[in-house]
């Protein structure tokens, strides 16, 4: 004897989205200034060679890219934009 199978509820409760850092304004502080400290430390180095006087090679601009990509992921972390914009209709 075999048990039916279960069917699944009409309305089925849809897990709520938390924020990564919630409302904690010093967690997103905190964190996102380490990302921006952290993005002008490298582009700080990248920079140094090319003051020198070295050749600006590929790894170097590369270098300068993945700076600027933490920096603005820092302000991302900050200012958490997701969930902000609101449709006007």
Known sequence: MSNPPEQASPVT???????????????????????????GYVGMH????VRLGG????????QMMFAAGLAAWGMVVIFDPVG????NA
Do not use: E, H, Y
């Open 13 to 39: 409760p849809q897990p709520t989205k938390k924020p990564l850092f919630g409302d904690c304004w010093s967690c997103r502080v905190l964190s996102g200034g380490g990302l921006l400290a952290s993005g």
């Open 46 to 49: 990248a920079k140094r060679v």
């Open 55 to 62: 050749p600006a090679s590929l790894g170097t601009v590369v």
């Open 84 to 87: 902000k914009k609101t449709r």
